[in-house]
């Protein structure tokens, strides 16, 4: 049962323009998600949060938009650049607040491969 | 700051034997999880350590098995390995509740 779902496997972008990754996820009880980068050959990179009381974060060129009706969120890099080509996933948990007992148990996405094309 | 580190990088292994992993998290950070990926599974997670009590196990078998010292350094342990836990081990560490996970570069474990 797969709770967090990237569907598009892979995402070819032009330098400059924008990069949008999406993401669904089934499981009503998360309120806590997360994107991260990964290189070959390196860990995965934290990016970006939001939780539920909140429908968009933004961090510098990255923006991460929630749609909790949906179950739908989404990651936006702009402009894109060429360093930004790695595999992306989303993440979901549960807030150690809303009575979720883990810190650090996060459900991923397969991910998506983005290539930004100079 | 330091991030955190996984030794060894690369594991080689024979079926049957068993392997010990070592993680040491970013100073401050008390928190630290395991997680495996796979090419067919994904990122799952194993189980997660917070003030050297283990919080929460995903799941895995019993083969799979971890701690936490005092220093918040974490080591798993897998027993009696198969061919099928030949994955990339990777370890996390947060500052605790609502924190966000930063991985190390992992342990590539290969099973022959």
């Known amino acids: 049962d797969q709770q967090v779902k990237q569907n598009s496997p892979s995402l070819s972008v032009q330098e400059g323009r924008i990069s949008i990754l999406n993401c669904d996820y089934t499981?009503?009880?998360?309120?806590?998600f997360l994107w991260y980068k990964k290189y070959p050959a390196e860990g995965p990179t934290f990016l970006i949060s939001i939780s539920s009381i909140k429908d968009k974060n933004e961090d510098g060129r990255f923006t991460v938009f929630l749609n909790k009706s949906a179950k739908h969120l989404s990651l936006h890099i702009v402009p894109s650049q060429p360093g930004d080509s790695a595999v992306y996933f989303c993440?979901?948990?549960?807030?150690?607040?809303?009575?979720?007992?883990?810190?650090?148990?996060?459900?991923f996405g397969q991910g998506t491969i983005l290539t930004v094309h100079p | 700051k330091a991030g955190v580190t996984q030794t060894p990088r690369y594991l080689i292994k024979t079926r049957g034997q068993q392997v010990t992993l070592s993680c040491s998290p970013i100073?401050?950070?008390?928190?630290v999880s395991w997680y495996q990926q796979t090419p067919g599974q994904g990122l799952q997670f194993l189980f997660e350590y917070f003030s050297e009590t283990q919080r929460n196990k995903g799941n895995f078998p019993g083969r799979f098995s971890g701690r936490q010292f005092s220093n918040s350094r974490s080591e798993m342990n897998v027993s009696t390995l198969e061919l099928g836990d030949s994955a990339l081990y990777l370890c996390?560490?947060?500052?605790?509740?609502?924190?966000?996970?930063?991985f190390g570069n992992g342990t590539r474990l290969t099973v022959t």
């Open positions: 993440a979901a948990g549960r807030l150690a607040n809303a009575g979720g007992t883990s810190y650090g148990k996060l459900t």
């Open positions: 996390a560490s947060s500052l605790g509740p609502n924190s966000p996970l930063h």
């Open positions: 100073s401050g950070h008390r928190s």
């Open positions: 499981n009503s009880m998360f309120d806590y």
